[in-house]
């Protein structure tokens, strides 16, 4: 029975994010929902700095432009089928989608890598080989073999493999993709290997990754912003869901939200609502991107705002809700480590061209073509996001904005001797010169320096999404029983789905509409490579490499 179409029906979302945009975009353009009734809180009350990990700001440094993302995105058509829906849904310009721009802008300019990887002293690699030993692959046979509900709880990636395989070509190509770390989730590690099957006699080359025209900020969030305020949704900003208040029917088997709390960005009371069992409460529970910390080219990253007392607002906010019933989850596992959570990345706008020149004869290919290169002897272990320019639309001509991540930040450099976050952007970036062999001609390299702006940031929590779990650490997006609230975001359990996706944001809003409002919603398949034998001879060959 489809049912909800009802005008009066209020919809309450928390956070500019993927998560809550994707449920906006389903409810309008699949469920015929009426957009006025849509009310999205963002606890930033910064409007040109929203759409939470899919952000992009311009900022100005000495009186010239420079460029920052937290993080940046790259897509495949397999495994992105709900990502792609939705940018199918958003209008681009006048005469297209978001989905069609990006395919004109696949056309144009397609990966197709040479240089994979980068060792030390500057060997290049194309990555051909994978570099894994017998036991290795058999391992990795044995993983893929195993029924996830047979993975022990808590599982690492360390109890599956031996100690060369965080050495071999696939790991290090793997690992720039991804972002795994040797001691993160085994599930997380098989449910990808499942996913991305179908890619791995293309690890080296690359041919299917994807990225969008501009960051994805302009070339997916700004549009549906726009979309959605055209259309007379919502927005309160410097606002935050500090809690919900859940009923319960006879017998406790119904629930749903009956009150929402709400608070400025800075922790101010505001009025609470009162909700009705017949509106609907999307909550984003945990991000990646929460208690962010920034530097500048000549300062280092602050310490974080705050620790684990206070994560941030939709860690607090799942905390609280956790602790009402015992099938919301455990943030707590997520949040146990920073040590192990937190990455670092950092953009540097680039003025000039040197930069981009010296780049383009090391990869033998043009800036867009080119997948992310990781360069293995670091020991901050970065990894540089270079694109097709310019990323951001107003970019100047002469720049070029280049994006990298570091999963080893507390190590101490090769080239300056201290820890990531001890560091400036321009001592970070010096480092990243050093790597890529831009500091033997001295000129060059000050040059590079003096004509640059880095600007470094740290997410304690940007890869807690990958730290081993057991069942029930994730609730259900619709928990048994919801009447009229659903779960959003990366810490909820959607069987098979990866987390550190957009896919997973999307599908997540996708399966909350279908279950609260439309059951005829189609969602579209997930692709498992290893069902088709053609797929599985070209892998097996790559691993015979
Ligand atoms: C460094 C990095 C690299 C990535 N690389 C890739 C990639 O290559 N491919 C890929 O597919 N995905 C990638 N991702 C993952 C992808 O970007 C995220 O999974 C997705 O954007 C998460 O969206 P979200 O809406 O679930 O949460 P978030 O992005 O965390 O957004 C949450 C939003 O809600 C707001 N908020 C939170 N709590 C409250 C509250 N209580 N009240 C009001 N507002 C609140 C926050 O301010 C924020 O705006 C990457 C992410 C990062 C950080």
């Known amino acids: 029975m489809e049912k909800r179409q009802d005008a009066s029906i209020n919809v309450y979302l928390n956070g500019l994010g993927l ?43 000495n009186g010239q432009p420079a460029y920052f993302m937290q993080g940046s995105r790259m897509f495949e058509d397999k495994v ?23 395919e004109k802008n696949r056309e144009e300019c397609g990966i197709d890598t040479v240089v994979r990887l980068l060792h030390g002293n500057g060997r290049k690699d194309t990555g051909y080989r994978l570099g894994l030993n017998a036991a290795d692959k ?9 029924p996830e509900s047979l993975v022990p709880d808590g599982a690492k990636i360390t109890d599956m493999f031996g100690e060369a395989f965080f050495t071999s070509n696939y790991w290090y190509m793997w690992r720039s993709l991804f972002a795994f770390q040797p001691w993160h989730s085994a599930v997380e590690m098989k449910r990808y290997m499942h996913l991305f099957f179908h890619e791995m006699p ?57 009150r929402i709390h709400l608070e400025t960005g800075s922790g101010e009371p505001e009025p609470s609502i009162e909700v009705r069992d017949t509106d609907l409460v999307f909550l984003t529970i945990g991000s990646m991107v929460s208690n962010a910390s920034f530097g500048a080219h000549d300062r280092p990253v602050d310490q974080p705002a705050a620790g684990s007392e206070n994560p941030g607002g939709a860690w607090t906010l799942w905390k609280k809700i956790a602790a009402k019933q015992p099938d919301f989850g455990r943030p707590d596992q997520f949040l146990r480590d920073i040590s192990q959570s937190r990455m670092m990345t950092f953009t540097v706008t680039l003025r000039g061209g040197l930069f981009q020149r010296k780049f383009e004869w090391l990869v033998e290919r043009q800036m867009g073509r080119q997948s992310p290169l990781p360069l293995t002897a670091s020991p901050w272990i970065l990894h540089l996001h270079t694109y097709r320019q310019p990323l951001f639309p107003d970019q100047p001509r002469d720049t070029c904005v280049i994006w990298v991540t570091a999963l080893r930040d507390s190590n101490i450099g090769t080239f300056v001797k201290k820890t990531m976050p001890e560091c400036t952007g321009r001592e970070i970036l010096e480092e990243l010169l050093g790597h890529l062999q831009f500091d033997q001609d001295e000129a060059e390299r000050n040059e590079i320096l003096d004509t640059s702006t880095c600007i470094p940031c740290m997410l304690p929590y940007g890869i807690s999404q990958f730290l081993s779990r057991a069942k029930g650490d994730r609730p259900a997006v619709v928990p048994a029983g919801s009447r009229n609230f659903a779960f959003l975001g990366q810490f909820v359990e959607i069987p098979h789905g990866i987390v550190f996706t957009t896919e997973y944001s999307v599908l997540g809003a996708i399966h909350a509409v279908k279950k609260l409002v439309k059951p005829s919603l189609a969602v579209p398949p997930m692709h498992f490579g290893q069902h088709h034998p053609l797929t599985c001879i070209a892998v097996a060959s790559a691993l015979a490499r």
Not at 28 to 47: C, L, T, Y
Not at 138 to 146: Q, R
């Open 202 to 258: 293309h690890m080296n080359t690359m041919v299917a990754l994807e990225r969008t025209r501009f960051t994805n900020f302009h070339s997916f969030i700004l549009p549906a912003l726009r979309f959605m305020r055209e259309k007379g949704v919502n927005f309160h900003y410097n606002r935050r869901i500090s809690d919900v208040d859940f009923e319960t029917g006879p017998g406790g088997k119904e629930r749903w939200i009956g």
């Open 80 to 102: 992105y089928p709900c990502t792609k829906e939705l940018w199918s849904m958003i209008p681009y310009n006048d005469h297209e989608s978001c989905l069609q721009d990006h």
């Open 19 to 61: 998560g809550s945009i994707a449920a906006a975009m389903y409810l309008i353009q699949k469920a015929d929902f009426n957009p006025s009734s849509i009310h999205i809180f963002e606890q930033n009350g910064d409007k040109d700095l929203v759409g939470g990990s899919c952000d992009a700001s311009e900022r100005a440094v």
């Open 138 to 146: 058999l391992k990795m046979a044995k993983l893929l073999a195993t």
